[in-house]
């Protein structure tokens, strides 16, 4: 999702789907979502999380959640998840996902000149000049 202003004050899910009642399976994995927002708020959660398993089987493991975002108008970023699910009958919780939140530089210092942002794989800047 690419948006100007979020205001998020529901439920983002792409969690693991149950497993089936009585059966001998393990969780569904979490899926994933990206967010792409100049100004984030609301009282809202994004989970991908992923679903328990069944009598004797293996937790689904959490999926991943990027936010790239310029400004945060109040959202709290701790209602945001990506774990595992409880295994059962023995057998581990699947692994926790990933979380990625990331704020970005929203406009260059005038030293840049006519430089446009790019992020590199370390999160920092680095110049390139706009084609003519």
């Not at 979490?30 to 398993?53: E, F, H, W, Y």
């Amino acid at each position: 999702m690419a948006v100007k202003t979020l205001v998020l004050n529901g439920v983002v899910r792409a969690n693991g789907g149950a497993t089936a009642v009585g059966g001998s399976a393990s969780g569904g994995s979490g899926g994933g979502i990206r967010i792409d927002v100049g100004t984030m708020s609301g009282t809202g959660s994004l989970s991908a999380n992923g679903s328990q398993a069944s009598p004797s089987g293996g937790g689904g493991g959490g999926g991943r959640i990027a936010i790239y975002y310029q400004a945060n108008g109040g959202f709290n970023l701790s209602n945001v998840s990506a774990v595992g699910g409880a295994g059962a009958g023995g057998i581990p919780a699947g692994q926790n996902g990933t979380v990625h939140i990331q704020q970005q530089i929203a406009k260059l210092s005038p030293l840049f000149g006519d430089a446009v942002p790019v992020m590199t794989a370390q999160g920092s800047l680095r110049r390139e000049r706009r084609p003519i």
